[in-house]
């Protein structure tokens, strides 16, 4: 069975910084891309980020470049994400998810497995 | 960025009845291989999203059938056959086929 388990969210002041952490398990994670998407309290969903297997390759949307690093552990089965100079629009629950790591979706850019998430508030 | 508008917003159905969704994208989503990265999640209240279909009408598996995709280039619909209490929440398209990946706004089906 996959498992997807996000830790390291909370509350930050703006300008700070968190790291998030994801352990998978279940699937070939050193085979997989991985991804981080967001979603405000009430509001829909926000793609962030995406790690190549070998974490030799990232993709991040333009409002978190400069600020946010997607990374990965592949030897401790980890995703992680740095947040730095955190914004209150950042505030925000943080799923991490697998992309195509179901041999029956291999190569269609699906998000097939995702945690339960992580909440991030940025506040004063 | 693939700007992605779902219709209606908002679809209150009557249990074993059908329900539709619409979306539509800004731009092609035919990649240049040829392939189509369109896909939909559920996402039922407090639970994270699921996968359900993927490149335009391949169900995920464990999804049952009466959950079907179809579209083409920016026009895509996802029905619901016949709708069961489980299917309660909120939809999402979601296109893979160009940088930034994005989401429709989602559109939230309840019970009349």
């Known amino acids: 069975e996959v498992q997807l388990v996000e830790s390291g969210g909370g509350l930050v002041q703006p300008g700070g910084s968190l790291r998030l952490s994801c352990v998978a398990s279940g699937f070939m994670f050193s085979s997989s891309w991985m991804s981080w998407v967001r979603q405000a309290p009430g509001k829909g969903l926000e793609w962030v980020a995406n790690i190549q297997p070998d974490g030799s390759d990232e993709y991040s949307v333009d409002s978190v470049k400069g600020r946010f690093t997607i990374s990965r552990d592949n030897a401790k089965n980890s995703l992680y994400l740095h947040m730095n100079t955190l914004r209150a629009e950042d505030t925000a629950v943080y799923y991490c998810?697998?992309?195509?790591?179901?041999?029956?979706?291999?190569?269609?850019?699906?998000?097939?497995?995702w945690g339960q998430g992580t909440l991030v508030t940025v506040s004063s | 960025d693939i700007v992605m508008t779902q219709t209606p917003l908002s679809s209150p159905v009557t249990l074993g009845q059908p329900a539709s969704i619409s979306c539509r994208s800004s731009q092609s989503l035919v990649d240049s291989n040829g392939d189509t990265y369109l896909s939909w999640l559920q996402q039922r209240p407090g639970q994270p999203p699921r996968l359900l279909i993927y490149k335009i009408s391949n169900r995920f598996s464990g999804v049952p059938d009466r959950f079907s995709g179809s579209g083409a280039g920016t026009d895509f619909t996802l029905t619901i056959s016949r709708v069961e209490a489980e299917d309660v929440g909120v939809y999402y398209c979601t296109q893979a086929t160009q940088f930034p990946w994005t989401f429709g706004q989602g559109t939230k089906v309840e019970i009349k």
């Open positions: 998810a697998s992309l195509d790591a179901s041999i029956t979706v291999r190569g269609t850019r699906v998000f097939d497995h």
